[in-house]
T-cell receptor
């Protein structure tokens, strides 16, 4: 089973539309961390946000917001008023300690196309 | 400050040849990660080091793959002999000292490997 599932392979929106990228994770740990990374066409993954399992407070950073719900094991990412520069592949990731080993899992990514 | 540096950026080789990918982490980071990205399997963690010591190599696909970190500023990922199915983008990432599962990872630009 996938530890991190991003069911949306590709999404296309028109500039200024809002868009939500879904992420569902699976873990038995009580302590874990969730991340979102952005991979622009240049290829390098860029860190966007981290959430720990004990902090379900939603976060907003400019046009970006994140909704963490432990009850549904989801950590969704919303871009408000999307812009062409938001076009990229977005990855959700989970890190946890499993049998005293640190484990790092990435979802398959969601490609976001923002058209002018 | 320089980010994670990887070389070469592109590598084209023939099946059976040895391939060596190189990575220089960010100064002061003591975790180093090697990932492989393919369309079929997404982003997979191959191995990671802490203070130059390999901690978890369970993601290394087979004995043809080996990784070393002779000092804090240099790591190599070697494939010998290479096969067409090794074609992928290989990323190196590094993170700060402390809790590996907590700290965000800083990714290099990747090496696109094509094995003919």
């Amino acid at each position: 089973a996938q530890k991190v599932t991003q069911a949306q392979t590709e999404i296309s929106v028109v500039e200024k539309e809002d868009v939500t990228l879904d992420c569902v994770y699976e873990t038995r740990d009580t302590t874990y961390y969730l991340f979102w990374y952005k991979q622009p066409p240049s290829g390098e993954l860029v860190f966007l946000i981290r959430r720990n399992s004990f902090d379900e407070q939603n976060e907003i950073s400019g046009r970006y917001s994140w909704n963490f719900q432990k009850s549904t094991s989801s950590f969704n990412f919303t871009i408000t008023a999307s812009q062409v520069v938001d076009s990229a592949v977005y990855f959700c990731a989970l890190s946890e300690a499993e049998n005293n080993f640190n484990k790092f899992y990435f979802g398959s990514g969601t490609k976001l196309n923002v058209k002018p | 400050d320089a980010g994670v540096i990887q070389s070469p950026r592109h590598e084209v080789t023939e099946m059976g040849q040895e391939v060596t990918l190189r990575c220089k982490p960010i100064s002061g980071h003591d975790y180093l990660f090697w990932y492989r990205q393919t369309m079929m399997r997404g982003l997979e963690l191959l191995i990671y080091f802490n203070n130059n010591v390999p901690i978890d190599d369970s993601g290394m696909p087979e004995d043809r793959f080996s990784a070393k970190m002779p000092n804090a500023s240099f790591s190599t990922l070697k494939i010998q002999p290479s096969e067409p199915r090794d074609s992928a983008v290989y990323f190196c990432a590094s993170s700060l000292p402390g809790l590996a599962t907590y700290n965000e990872q800083f990714f290099g630009p990747g090496t696109r490997l094509t094995v003919l």
